[in-house]
Nanobody
Framework: QLQAYGGGLVQAGGFLRLSCAAS????????MAWFRKAPGKEREFVAS????????HYADSVKGRFTISRDNAKKRGYLQMYSLKPEDTAVYYC???????????????WGQGTLVTVSS
């Protein structure tokens, strides 16, 4: 089970850190990813990190602004979001799966989502 939290309202240029809390014993061996869904748009990939933290991928739209990380001992995943833009407004979901990649079809475990709103 996954639970995403940390969303909120922030001004453009601001910072937010999202967290994903996992329960169960498998988290440390699973890839973890963040996806987002904006109103009227399809869910899109944001970032992913392998179980060891050695393989990290970002969507082009967030590269250089967002940082994904994880703490397996705490069963937590994180998404640090800098220089936020209004177009980053979306519900953000964390997901986990063994050998997950950058497609939402790769992931079988999902959190409930947390809303990020960036005002201009």
């Amino acid at each position: 089970q996954l639970q995403a939290y940390g969303g909120g309202l922030v001004q453009a240029g601001g910072f937010l850190r999202l967290s994903c809390a996992a329960s169960g014993r498998s988290f440390s061996s699973y890839s973890m990813a963040w996806f987002r869904k904006a109103p009227g748009k399809e869910r899109e990939f944001v970032a992913s990190i392998s179980w060891s933290g050695t393989n990290i991928h970002y969507a082009d739209s967030v590269k250089g602004r967002f940082t994904i990380s994880r703490d397996n001992a705490k069963k937590r995943g994180y998404l640090q979001m800098y220089s936020l833009k209004p177009e980053d407004t979306a519900v953000y979901y964390c997901a986990a799966q063994s050998n997950g990649g950058t497609s939402d079809r790769d992931y079988g475990y999902w959190g409930q989502g947390t809303l990020v709103t960036v005002s201009s």
